[in-house]
């Protein structure tokens, strides 16, 4: 057909004859010549079978697919407590994957500025409200964010109050989701307050408390690197002030990477700590 661009008649091929060859005898349609805007090497590459070979791979760099479908390293959802506010859930079936990044993540949650962050070592359970609500308003005037284990320890109000973020990482077997109108509730649940939720493993791969403690380090070390690397890295501290025994590995972490620990008096395990000090 003919169209008119600029004053001038231009001679424009029609859909059924954009892969005729014009010098060919009959206009037949030419086989070597690939449809326009598509390379010729990626002809019969389509977009799932691209993310297949880019996210999914295994120690050799081959496709790894169970089942014949995508399965991604991880997935965010939006999670409403009843009566609280909606955060950031994001599940993770199997955290040992190579393909799992977790600057990736971080990168989707909007955490892109270098950032303090402060790790709760040892907090299950509800404590004393003076110590918390200290350690929010440190978090509060130095722009710092909170990581806990998901579950009541006090701090939430706190944070709620404030406008801390606190991100909380824990074995999805471990936890329990809140219900409407609960007769009771239980240490383990999932508590408002928490801006961001962090599960690790599913019904295949469960894990228990402790294996989320490299997890959690390295969220807590991405955010402090942030994504620019020409802006200077922020601290990470942790801080006792729990008796649960299941973080030993989270001191390992913190005495590896060389990260002060804040040791909070009062609670059995944070004596004894004091003590060897």
């Not at 399965?71 to 799992?100: E, M, Q, Y």
């Not at 806990?148 to 706190?158: L, P, Q």
Request: charged share 30%; with cysteine.
């Amino acid at each position: 057909y003919q169209r008119r661009v600029h004053g001038e008649l231009r001679m424009e091929p029609t859909e059924e004859n954009k892969n005729v060859d014009p010098n060919a005898e009959g206009g037949e349609p030419n086989q070597d010549i690939p449809p326009r805007g598509e390379p010729e090497d990626q002809q019969n590459i389509t977009n799932e079978e691209e993310a297949k070979k880019t996210f999914i791979t295994d120690k050799e760099g081959e496709k790894k697919v169970e089942g014949g479908e995508y399965k991604p390293p991880f997935l965010i959802h939006d999670l409403l407590i009843p009566g609280g506010k909606p955060a950031k859930l994001v599940r993770i079936p199997d955290p040992t994957l190579p393909d799992l990044r977790i600057p990736e993540i971080l990168f989707r949650l909007k955490f892109r500025e270098p950032t303090p962050a402060i790790l709760l070592i040892g907090g299950w359970g509800a404590r004393a409200g003076k110590v918390l609500a200290g350690l929010c308003r440190a978090a509060f005037h130095t722009d710092a964010l909170i990581i806990d284990s998901a579950t009541v320890t006090g701090i939430e109000k706190f944070c709620i109050r404030k406008n801390v973020k606190l991100i909380g990482v824990a074995p999805e077997a471990e936890i329990l989701y809140p219900k409407v109108n609960p007769t009771e509730h239980f240490d383990n649940e999932l508590t408002n307050g928490h801006t961001h939720f962090v599960l690790l493993g599913d019904k295949k791969n469960e894990f228990h408390w402790g294996d989320e403690a490299d997890i959690k380090a390295e969220i807590a070390d991405k955010i402090a690197t942030g994504k620019y690397p020409n802006k200077p890295k922020c601290k990470v501290v942790g801080v006792i002030l729990g008796d649960n025994e299941k973080c030993i590995r989270e001191l390992e972490i913190c005495n590896e990477r060389s990260w002060p620990v804040i040791v909070i008096e009062g609670s059995e395990m944070c004596n004894l700590s004091l003590i060897h000090i």
